[in-house]
């Protein structure tokens, strides 16, 4: 096979290695986020434990010191992510687990609700949109 327009030659071998080289460079760099209560539209009664993670970071306990790469999860109660670069609010709506914790214990009036994950450093910075992920959950 050859790479038409390009005064460059290329077998068909050296053409999938090139891809796949591409594509599995460009896969280490995503962050993958994890949220978990079962599923998404999830039925529940309050209190509920919900389950979150992150992938290419480091869960850290929250410190007045700055670590790239390291940060600690929130949850947002009927609320959207947090834009990089805010501090997230400490308030009824904004469940830090500043601990280094992986899940947690909500509890949520009946109806319907979202809660955004959503991983900021160690001073409570958001990561952004990137860094956040959004489920609904409906609370008898």
């Known amino acids: 096979m050859e790479c038409i327009g390009s005064n460059q030659r290329?077998?068909?071998h050296t053409l999938s290695v090139l891809f796949?080289?591409?594509?599995?460079?460009?896969?280490?760099?995503?962050t993958f986020f994890v949220f978990s209560v079962q599923q998404n539209n999830a039925t529940v009664t309050s209190p509920f434990t919900a389950r979150f993670g992150?992938?290419?970071?480091?869960?850290?306990p929250a410190s007045t010191e700055f670590e790239e790469g390291t940060g600690h999860h929130h949850v947002i109660i009927d609320g959207d992510y947090m834009e990089r670069g805010t501090v997230i609010p400490a308030d009824a709506t904004h469940?830090?687990?500043?601990?280094?914790?992986?899940?947690?214990?909500?509890?949520?009036?009946?109806?319907?609700?979202t809660l955004t994950l959503q991983f900021a450093n160690g001073k409570h910075v958001s990561y952004g949109k990137k860094?956040?992920?959004?489920?609904?959950?409906?609370v008898e």
């Open 131 to 138: 860094f956040a992920s959004t489920i609904t959950v409906v």
């Open 20 to 30: 796949f080289s591409f594509f599995f460079f460009f896969l280490l760099q995503l």
């Open 10 to 12: 290329y077998d068909t």
């Open 54 to 60: 992150v992938k290419g970071y480091e869960v850290v």
């Open 95 to 113: 469940l830090h687990y500043g601990k280094a914790q992986k899940e947690g214990e909500i509890t949520l009036e009946p109806g319907t609700h």
